[in-house]
């Protein structure tokens, strides 16, 4: 069997935690799931922030809420882009 990059062998997969988040942007508020290790390299919600090799987030499971009316909308999935974060922070406790 191949590896891939990862290092995960063909039919094999990579256990992953979601921590819900929110995120403020100038004009919307964005909650959503980022998916994470378990634990380990880059199992931190700073660790996904702040990845310097990345300029978006996906999110899953996302709620977006305008500033500008209070409308919602909800989306499956998103990206969100790194620069326009203003604010983020998790809004679970971390799974031990």
């Known amino acids: 069997m191949l590896a891939d990059r ?5 039919g094999e ?3 992953r935690r979601r921590e819900r988040a929110r995120f ?3 004009r919307h508020v964005i909650v959503g799931e980022v998916t994470l290790p378990p634990e380990g390299f880059q199992s931190r919600f700073s660790d996904a922030i702040n990845r310097g090799d990345l300029s978006f987030i996906p999110l899953t499971d996302v709620e977006i809420t305008s500033r500008a009316d209070g409308e919602v ?3 499956d ?3 969100l882009g790194k620069a326009h974060i203003e604010i983020a922070f998790p809004l679970d406790s971390p799974s031990g």
């Open 77 to 79: 999935f998103i990206v």
């Open 73 to 75: 909308t909800h989306r």
């Open 13 to 15: 997969s990579i256990k």
């Open 24 to 26: 403020e942007t100038e």
């Open 6 to 10: 990862c290092g995960v062998n063909e």
